[in-house]
């Protein structure tokens, strides 16, 4: 059975650094595309990162761009989102996605972890 696990989620101030960590497991992780989204309090789920090959390439949202970093490690099958200079605005529960399309697609998703940047 397909499983995400997101870990590494906390209360930090602002300026500070999260380290995001996905571990899957229960399926092909390495031809899967990995992705992290995130979702705040009243608004849409937002995706954040995406990374195809453990080598990239990544896309970014405009709103993270120079302070987040994606990475995947296929041989522990986990995927990372490294968070610099938060703000408030980052304030979301943080959901692992991992995607594979062919004909159809398949989508799998992890329970989430909530980072909170608050002074």
């Known amino acids: 059975q397909a499983q995400l696990v997101e870990s590494g989620g906390g209360l930090v101030q602002p300026g500070g650094s999260l380290r995001l960590s996905c571990a899957a497991s229960g399926f092909a992780f390495s031809v899967y595309r990995m992705s992290w989204y995130r979702q705040a309090p009243g608004k849409e789920r937002e995706l954040v990162a995406t990374?195809?090959?453990?080598?990239?390439?990544?896309t970014y949202a405009d709103s993270v761009k120079g302070r987040f970093t994606i990475s995947r490690d296929n041989a522990k099958k986990a995927v990372y989102l490294q968070m610099n200079s938060l703000n408030t605005e980052d304030t979301a529960v943080y959901y692992c996605?991992?995607?594979?399309?062919?004909?159809?697609?398949?989508?799998?998703w992890g329970q989430g972890t909530q980072v909170t940047v608050s002074p």
């Open positions: 990374i195809t090959t453990e080598t990239g390439p990544t």
């Open positions: 996605n991992a995607r594979l399309e062919l004909h159809t697609s398949i989508d799998y």
